[in-house]
Nanobody, 124 residues
Framework: EVQLVESGGGLVQTGGSLRLSCAAS????????IGWFRQAPGKEREGVSY???????YYADSVKGRFTVTRDNAKNTVYLQMNSLKLEDTAMYYC??????????????????WGQGTQVTVSS
């Protein structure tokens, strides 16, 4: 059974940093693409970042230059380093895995398994 577990969320002030982790079981993450998404209250879920391998990473325009996605294949974990956090980054963050490259990386319907999410709250 494939399971994804996010961790690392929390409360941070504007300008601060957090590192989210997405640990997988039942699947080798290095064989597939992993996406990070977020959903704020009252808003649709949106793509934040995606990693297929070390040479294939993608970011939403809103987080470019501030967020970095990496993976540790030995730990079967993907990370999202978030720096210079803004109030608008407040959301529940999810990681997800897709087994086949179909649509664009931010197409929610292309993902096969999702984690339960971790809350990120940025305060002023």
């Amino acid at each position: 059974e494939v399971q994804l577990v996010e961790s690392g969320g929390g409360l941070v002030q504007t300008g601060g940093s957090l590192r989210l982790s997405c640990a997988a079981s039942g699947v080798n993450l290095d064989e597939y693409g992993i996406g990070w998404f977020r959903q704020a209250p009252g808003k649709e879920r949106e793509g934040v970042s995606y990693i297929r391998d070390y040479h294939s990473t993608y970011y939403a325009d809103s987080v470019k230059g501030r967020f970095t996605v990496t993976r540790d294949n030995a730990k079967n974990t993907v990370y999202l380093q978030m720096n210079s956090l803004k109030l608008e980054d407040t959301a529940m963050y999810y990681c997800a895995i897709r087994f086949g490259a179909r649509g664009t990386w931010s197409s929610i319907e292309d993902y096969d398994y999702w984690g339960q999410g971790t809350q990120v709250t940025v305060s002023s």
